[in-house]
């Protein structure tokens, strides 16, 4: 009965978000008046209930009798006036608190609220939406699909609420806090993240930034926070996709995350570098709204082609060293020179290079550098096993 009490609670914040009962439509009006209906011959009592209970079930099913009957007389008005709705909604949750139910249990969701909530929380908003809508046969299918991705031990990190966080802290953690207290890069590693989410994650992230520095203006007289989002491997997550499609794939989602970033992040304060080995299997709406271009050694034809369509024609010449350039080489383009010019970058120390450097093949394999493999540690890594490793040391690739 809790379950059901706290779908009707929910389904009742929906439908007064809605206005339903009150939207002059017979039709709507009457399909609301039937479900209440319904709802009332649904609540039945049980000799398993408390005294408590049972007298709570019995004060709904007494105010949707007096609904009913109110709407049954003649001539009488149909519509619902935004009281009895209030009133029947606090009947409804009297009687959820009173089988074990609490206010956190149906907080309504909106994706458009960074609002915590829980994997059951989303699945009851989903239940709610449905029966409020009778399509509640059709998506069983879609709540067994999302109990499996919520059991999925891969996806705990995102789904999980093992770690509390409030709102004002993710964004002091990621964004940064006041006076750049807590330094002035934050670093995202999702190398190892899952193919299946990375698209996602990165699209909450960029979306929340973006309407973060929004409402910072917003709050401060049109001052901007500076910010700029740096993405390596940028082809991952910024796509090229047909606009003729009606695909929504999160890969596509993500990108018209950044395509809105890149059109008006500027006047928010937020600007985009990208870098990608794949230029040309980037979004050509974000790509047009580079305005500087850093380009080191390109080889794959289809890049230079669209590299080529970026300069002059009486720049061309320069541009048949890009297969060719050196190491920390480039040509730099764009606003930031104005002409291109080849540019060396400064060689960094050891301990501040990236760790990129080409495999020692021939090293390892002749024996004059060794590697030693454990792969039981290897293999707790991966299967976040915390035991002490133990294993063998002494083999060789």
């Known amino acids: 009965m809790r379950s059901f009490l706290r779908t009707l609670v929910s389904s009742m914040q929906i439908i007064k978000r809605t206005g339903t ?39 709904i099913r007494d105010y949707i009798d007096s609904l009913v009957q109110a709407r049954n007389q003649k001539f009488a008005p149909v519509d619902f006036k935004r009281q009895e709705i209030d009133e029947l909604l606090l009947l409804l949750k009297n009687a959820h ?50 109990r499996t991705l919520l059991a999925d031990s891969k996806l705990k990190a995102v789904s999980g609420d093992d770690v509390q966080i409030t709102l004002d ?7 940064g806090a006041d006076q750049g207290a807590n330094g002035p890069i934050c670093v995202i590693d999702l190398s190892l993240v899952p193919a299946e989410m990375i698209q996602i994650v990165t699209a909450v992230i960029a979306r929340m930034t973006l309407e973060a520095l929004q409402r910072y203006r917003k709050l401060n007289d049109g001052k901007v926070l500076p910010t700029v989002l740096v993405m390596e491997e940028a082809h991952t997550f910024i796509k090229r996709y047909s606009q003729d ?19 008006e992040g500027r006047k ?7 870098s990608s080995q794949r230029p040309s299997e980037l979004s050509p709406t974000v790509l047009s709204q580079c305005n500087s271009f850093l380009l080191h050694r390109i080889s794959n034809d289809k890049d230079q082609e669209l590299v080529h369509r970026l300069v002059p024609d009486n720049m061309h010449g320069l541009m048949k060293d ?16 104005e002409l291109p010019v080849l540019v060396e970058m400064n060689k960094l120390p050891e301990n501040q290079q990236p760790k990129s450097s080409d495999p020692d093949f021939w090293e390892v394999w002749t024996g004059k550098e060794s590697r030693s493999v454990n792969w039981k540690a290897v293999a707790d890594d991966w299967q976040q096993v915390n035991s002490s490793v133990g294993g063998d040391d002494s083999g060789h690739a």
Not at 40 to 46: G, M, N
């Open 21 to 59: 009962p009150w939207d002059n439509n017979y039709g709507h009006i009457k399909g609301f008046l039937n479900k209440i209906q319904n709802w009332r011959d649904s609540l039945v009592d049980d000799d398993s209930f408390t005294k408590e209970e049972k007298k709570a079930l019995s004060c």
């Open 97 to 146: 608190h009173f089988f074990g139910g609490s206010d956190q249990d149906v907080l309504p969701l909106s994706a458009d609220v960074p609002r915590p909530f829980t994997g059951d929380q989303l699945l009851r908003s989903i239940e709610a939406t449905s029966e409020m809508m009778n399509t509640s046969d059709y998506v069983e299918t879609m709540l067994m699909r999302i």
């Open 169 to 175: 802290d993710w964004l002091a953690n990621y964004i």
């Open 245 to 263: 499609s009606d695909d929504q794939s999160a890969s596509r989602l993500c990108t018209e995350i950044f395509e809105k970033i890149a059109r």
């Open 268 to 274: 928010f304060g937020l600007g985009l570098v990208l």
């Open 322 to 337: 890009l297969p060719v350039l050196p190491a920390r080489q480039a040509i730099l383009m764009g606003w930031a020179s």
